[in-house]
Each structure stands twice: as C-alpha cells, then as structure tokens.
C-alpha cells in the first residue's frame, strides 16, 4: 500500500510539473476559415505580442497543443477539424472564437453550416465577441493557460470518455467520416 | 589514447554534452528575446525553449513505423556523438581525435538519421523537404569545405584544437577572419544554409511544405528533434568559431563570440526573404563558391594570410 501512494505521489508529482510547463508553451493550430482568424494577426505581433505567453502558430496538427476554431464550420470543413483534431497528440486543448461556434451566429439558418461545436467536438475556451478583440482574445488564452493550471482544461479527456456519443453526433451529420486519401490512392 | 583514460574522457564529453544543451538552449531563448525586441514585440522568457522541450516530452507521441522511431534516435545518437568530440574552450574530451574531418562524417550520421526518419513518416511533405534539404546541404558544403581546405592548406593542419591554438598566438590579428576575410564571408553565407536561416530556410518552409521533414512529428519525437536541433546548431556555431575566430581561450570570450556568431545569424535571418531550392543552388554555386575559390587561389598559390 505504501509503494503505491508514493507512485500516486510521484505521478501526481510529474503531472504538476508537466501543466506548469504545458500552460507556458501552447503551440497553435490555426483553423483560419472563419472571419474571426483577422483578429490573431495583431494578437500574434507587436501590438499584443502572444508570444509573451509561451504562444506560437506551428505548421501542423501533430505538432500543435491548441487548435483554433476561428468561427462558423460547414460540414465540410467540420470533417478536416475533426480529423486535424484526432491527428493531434494528447493533451490537446480547442479555443472556439465567436458565436458561429456556440449556436451558428449569422449563419443560424444556413443548411451547410453546423450550429453547435461541442456537439462534434470538446471546447475549452469559447471567447465572445463577432469578432472578439484581441484583447479578448487574449484574454482567452490568459483563461486557458490559468485552466490548464488549474486542472480544469480537460476537453481532451470528456473526448476519450465519451468517444461514442460525439463519434454518433459527428456521423448523424456528415453521414460517413472517410476524407479521401489523395497521395495513396 | 591510454585506455585507463577512457573513463576521465567520457566523463569530460559527458560534461561537454549537458553544457552545449544549457548553453544552447538557453541562447536560443535569449536569441528569441533579441528578435522580439528587433520586432519590437516583448518576446518571450529566456528559458522558453527548456518549457518546449518538457512538454514536448510530457506528451504522447505517435509512432509511424520502426524506421521512424530508429531515425530519430540514429540522429540524436549521431549528433550527440559529434558534440562529444568537439573541443569547449581549453577542454577536449578525446584529444587527438578533433580533426575536423571527424565532425563532417558523424555529422552526416545524424543527418542522414534525420532524413530515415522523416522519410520513414511516410508524409510527401517530409520527402519534398529531406530532399530539399540535402539538395541544399550540396550547395553549401561545397564552398565550405574549399574555404576550410584552403585554411588545413595553409595552417598545416587540420586538428581543430591546434588551428584555434594557431590563431590565438596573436590575439586577433591572427585570426582567420582577419587574415581570410573573404573566406570568412563566404563561410559564414555557408553557415547561414547549415543553420537553416532564412534566405536558405527553403526545407522548413511552414507556410509552403509545412515544415519539410519535422511535418509529422509531435510530442516526444519532436521533443527529441528539438533536442538535436539544439545540438547541431551548437555544432555548427562551434567550428566557425574555431576556424575562423579563433576558438575561445576562456569562458567571457566563448560566451562572447559565440553569441555575435548565432545573434548575427538570427538577425540577418529577421530581414530576409526565403529562396526557392534551385535559387538556393544558384546562389551558392556563384557568390560563395566564387569567394571561396578567390580566398583559396590567395592562400595556396600566393601564400597570403597564412
């Protein structure tokens, strides 16, 4: 019993350490088909300076830690999100920019254009405004980094425990799930 | 080398090792800092770079095949071998094995690992960018190496330790900068290809081929290629500096040198726009190979600057 509340603390330990260093160093997916990706030009240079937080845009999903919904998804695109999504490695963290994400905003009556993100996929931050400031969008980040702190960005956890309710969400609307695979076929 | 020696040495390059990573690590922050400022941006916290690496190391990674996984640690074993080697200011952890032949194949050990593996990743990105960047390891290398022939030629030897010996005899008039500066020019353009700084960052690339031969990396594969990247530029910073600035005699000139070297090199990479591989090509096979040929031509067959 002994050896295993020391693992515990020991892990326990290790997983502390491993947040600290986590919630300075958010590597960004960029998501940009919606209009509010003209607000992370200037959270990114000068003005606001997001690398101040650890933050920076990377090239792929593999190597990114935050994946950036910036606005509306049609079906189409929701497909790439989700599989950007699963391409990521753990723990993964999504930031929903506006309204479109949380109830489909102007496009609420659009038949292309999905309604609610967390049905498909798990949300950590949602940040408001059509389109957010980059203040707020860095406020948003500033509420991510303390979430990561603080235990309570587990969006990538509700993910792998209720992996079958949002894999049905995600089949009722786009039918299947296959993306065709153009290099090997 | 006597063999109860051995383990003295090993610990020396063991030494050699964790400094290069601290050192460069904390440089590269330090770098990013400079850069932000140059930006004029607040940038970020000088130890940034050790906070990407643990977490890169802190999360899962995914394994694209055997060949994958062995090329990453082919390469990090390669260039970690290659940092053993190299001589740190008045300490050489395998005397007499610091030729400078020595570096340019286990270098290429590491290389190639890296290539293995991103071609391993099965990602035609990844290929595009490995052949890239061995393209562009054949412009640069070639007037490197007729630079660094001319300045063996003329020294009348190719231990490394020994040519930065040779240099420091007096103070900086001896230096090669001084005495080859064209070479020196058209070694420092090669320098620039070697770090993948940016008119040569063509096999990077992020917003055209995403990111070349790191584009399927993540979590602790990439944690390790952060690793070796550390590793090789501390390499390749290093041998200019011997080389041509003649080494370092003690820590403040160390720190100093090697600082103007990579500082310079990353600001010079703030301003500039990226080639195309085959402008790449171009660029190099005329003006540094030409700089090389001139300073060579000066050194072997006039005897200047020797």
Redesign the interface.
């Known amino acids: 019993m002994a050896t295993a509340d020391k693992e515990k603390k020991l892990k326990e330990g290790w997983e502390g350490i491993s947040r600290f260093f986590r919630a300075n160093s958010l590597w960004m997916l960029m998501y940009c088909t919606g209009c509010c990706a003209i607000e992370l030009p200037q959270a990114m240079t000068s003005r606001y300076d997001m690398e101040r937080l650890g933050m920076g845009p990377m090239a792929t999903p593999r190597q990114a830690d935050v994946l950036l919904v910036t606005g509306y998804l049609s079906v189409k695109t929701l497909r790439r999100v989700i599989y950007a999504y699963e391409q990521m490695s753990t723990p993964k963290y999504i930031v929903a920019f506006g309204p479109c994400t949380i109830n489909g905003g102007i496009y609420h009556d659009a038949a292309t254009v999905i309604k609610s993100l967390d049905q498909y996929l798990p949300i950590d931050v949602y940040i408001a405004g059509c389109m957010p400031k980059p203040e707020a969008v860095m406020n948003g980040f500033q509420d991510l980094i303390d979430m990561i702190k603080d235990k309570t960005a587990d969006g990538w956890k509700r993910y792998r425990d209720n992996y079958d309710w949002y894999k049905q969400n995600q089949i009722e609307s786009l039918g299947e799930l296959r993306i065709k695979d153009e290099y090997h076929e | 080398m006597v063999i109860n020696q051995l383990p003295l040495q090993i610990l020396t390059g063991l030494a050699i090792l964790a400094f290069a990573f601290f050192w460069q690590t904390s440089l590269s922050g330090i770098t990013?800092k400079i850069v932000?400022r140059y930006?004029?941006?607040?940038?970020?916290?000088w130890y940034?770079e050790f906070?990407?690496i643990?977490?890169l190391m802190?999360?899962?990674?995914?394994t694209h095949g055997w060949v994958y996984d062995f090329g990453v640690m082919m390469a990090l074993g390669g260039i970690m071998a290659t940092v053993m080697f190299m001589p740190l200011m008045k300490f050489t952890a395998f005397p007499g094995f610091d030729n400078f032949f020595i570096y340019v194949y286990l270098f290429a050990v590491g290389m190639l690992g890296m290539a293995m593996s991103a071609v391993g990743s099965g990602n035609?990105l990844a290929g595009i960018g490995v052949m890239r960047a061995l393209t562009q390891m054949v412009g640069y290398e070639v007037p490197f190496m007729i630079v660094v022939l001319a300045i063996i030629n003329g020294h009348g030897t190719s231990s490394l330790s020994q040519l930065a010996a040779i240099q420091q005899q007096a103070g900086v008039l001896s230096w090669n900068l001084v005495k080859m500066p064209i070479g020196t020019v058209a070694a420092f353009i090669c320098l620039l290809g070697m770090l993948g700084k940016k008119p040569f960052e063509t096999f990077i690339a992020?917003?055209e081929i995403?990111?070349g031969p790191?584009?399927?990396?993540?979590?602790k594969q990439?944690g390790m290629l952060m690793i070796l990247h550390q590793f090789s530029i501390f390499i390749e910073v290093s041998l200019f500096m011997n080389l041509f600035l003649g080494g370092a005699a003690n820590p403040l000139g160390f720190a100093l040198k090697y600082m103007a070297v990579y500082v310079l090199a990353s600001l010079i990479s703030q301003a500039m726009g990226r080639f195309k591989i085959d402008q790449v090509i171009k660029f190099f096979y005329k003006i540094p190979i030409a700089l090389a040929i001139l300073q060579a031509v000066m050194v072997v067959y006039l005897g200047w600057g020797v």
């Open positions: 990013r932000a930006h004029k941006r607040y940038g970020p916290k940034q906070r990407d643990f977490k802190s999360k899962t990674g995914v035609p992020p917003a995403a990111s790191m584009v399927e990396y993540g979590g990439l």
